[in-house]
């Protein structure tokens, strides 16, 4: 798995808090992010303007969880390493758990629960259940994501394009062929909706 890495010095800050924290490359508060934004009032997730009153130093995933009670999007390792936080952000995937509610004010989010919005279930979804291509179901939201985003960028992938596109996603049941076999099904489903 090929992953760089940029870490933080220690004693730097995130969110006010001193850390020592290691986040992927481009994870880090964006070169616009700006600190003295006290609090973010409003998130566009899943189609709908949210108001939130939320420190623009709060990751992405703590907003999401405990203030939105959008408990799909899960906590994996809390340090970018696992993709198990993976939402979508005006259509990129992105860490939520690195990744500070101040770099997404303004941008549209979508989390699990938005792919299925009036109960049906998105091609991916659909595809991934009819291959059985989860076991104990925890990384699944986050490869479910990863997922429509390779398939938006790349419609009908080979084995190595999902291999590459969704190198990162950690399974720790392995049922990756599974995963791959459900990314070919949504493909032909059109699972770039």
């Known amino acids: 798995m090929a992953i760089f890495w940029w870490e933080r010095k220690a004693g ?10 290691r986040l992927p490359v481009g994870c880090g508060p964006a070169p616009h992010y700006n600190r003295s934004m006290a609090n973010i009032r409003e998130l566009n997730v899943n189609g709908t303007r949210r108001r939130i009153d939320a420190d623009a130093g709060r990751t992405l995933l703590s907003v999401l ?3 939105l009670d959008l408990t799909g999007t899960k906590y994996g390792c809390g340090e970018g390493q696992c993709a198990a936080c993976t939402v979508l952000v005006d259509g990129k995937p992105t860490l939520a758990c690195s990744t500070m509610v101040g770099e997404v004010a303004g941008k549209r989010i979508v989390t699990i629960e938005g792919l299925a919005p009036e109960g049906r279930l998105h091609p991916v979804q659909e595809a991934f259940l009819e291959a059985d291509a989860m076991q104990c179901g925890y990384c699944t939201s986050g490869m479910i994501l990863g997922a429509v985003a390779l398939l938006r960028s790349k419609p009908n992938p080979s084995d190595a394009e999902i291999v590459a596109g969704m190198n990162g996603h950690i399974c720790r049941c392995g049922t990756y062929p599974r995963i791959v076999r459900a990314i070919h099904a949504a493909a032909g489903k059109g699972g770039r909706a």
Do not use: V
């Not at 730097?12 to 924290?21: M, V």
């Open 12 to 21: 730097a800050e995130i969110g006010g808090l001193p850390t020592r924290r």
């Open 65 to 67: 969880r405990e203030d």
